[in-house]
């Protein structure tokens, strides 16, 4: 879908919706001038999270105003670095999303019980959760029997509390429109789809998405960098990993992979070093 056709849909959208320009802005906190420029097709390719902030405010799904994935993928000019990396892997947790310490707070603040002991409790099973040997329904079980309260639901809190790193999401936009790339992460069932559902995480086409919960295997096992080099289709050298771990970037630079480590305590500083790295070679 080019500007046009997407000015064209958010106008339906917001007409079928009821609301004016002015209310629209109002709800997803955005300038009148922008919302005119999009609407009338003068803005090319709007940031993705003000098209989220649309959507969400009109109550209507990403993919109802852009379609599946990003417009613009299917034409992809793909490039190679100048050292020589065709594929990029995105870690999830500490890369495009704040850790997610703030859950382990809310549940303790919640139920009144201390801090110390939920971070405990759920670091003794999350490994097993990750690679899909027990499920999210049996981590709620065991964490409630520990803690002594009555139920836990933990993708509530993980998906209420997760916060976005606008900085490195809005280049992984980037870079999805110049290389093949996919997410490599270490994650619980259902989680990587809940961040999509609630524009926690770009709802972009990737080209593939490594899931540990999904291939039984866990970052910084060889098994996950194996399934993640094959369904990448390119050489070992030809892929980049950017993660927040020096262990899991250890173990993909054992197998020739290039790799970089993300700072998210210093975000923009580390999204400049991962752009840089980025550029193509023409």
Not at 47 to 62: K, R
Not at 94 to 119: I, K, M, S, W, Y
Not at 129 to 151: F, P, Q, Y
Request: with cysteine; net charge negative.
């Amino acid at each position: 879908m080019d500007e046009k056709g997407l000015g064209q849909k958010l106008q339906e959208a917001r007409q079928k919706a009821g609301l004016t320009q002015q209310q629209l802005c109002h709800q997803a906190n955005l300038s009148f001038s922008t919302l005119t420029k999009i609407e009338r097709g003068a803005i090319k390719s709007p940031s993705i999270f003000t098209v989220q902030s649309i959507a969400a405010a009109l109550g209507v799904g990403l993919e109802e105003l852009v379609g599946s994935g990003s417009p613009s993928l299917s034409n992809r000019d793909l490039k190679t670095t100048k050292s020589g990396v065709k594929f990029v892997y995105f870690d999830v947790n500490g890369c495009l999303v704040h850790f997610f310490q703030r859950a382990f707070v809310e549940l303790a603040e919640e139920h009144d019980v201390p801090a110390d002991a939920v971070e405990t409790a759920y670091w003794h099973y999350n490994d097993d959760v990750c690679r899909g040997i027990m499920t999210i329904n049996d981590l709620n079980d065991k964490l409630a029997d520990r803690l002594g309260i009555e139920s836990v639901d933990w993708s509530k809190y993980y998906l209420n509390t997760v916060e976005p790193i606008l900085e490195m999401q809005e280049l992984l936009k980037w870079a999805s429109e110049r290389y093949k790339f996919g997410l490599l992460t270490n994650t619980m069932p259902g989680l990587v789809n809940g961040m999509r559902r609630i524009n926690k995480l770009p709802e972009l086409r990737y080209d593939t998405i490594i899931d540990s919960s999904e291939v039984a295997a866990i970052k910084p096992e060889s098994k996950i960098y194996e399934i993640a080099q094959e369904r990448a289709g390119v050489a070992p050298g030809e892929i980049l990993l950017i993660d927040d771990s020096r262990v899991n970037l250890m173990a993909a630079e054992r197998l020739g992979w290039h790799v970089l480590w993300f700072d998210d305590a210093r975000p923009e500083e580390a999204v400049e070093r991962v752009r840089a790295a980025l550029q193509p070679a023409n």
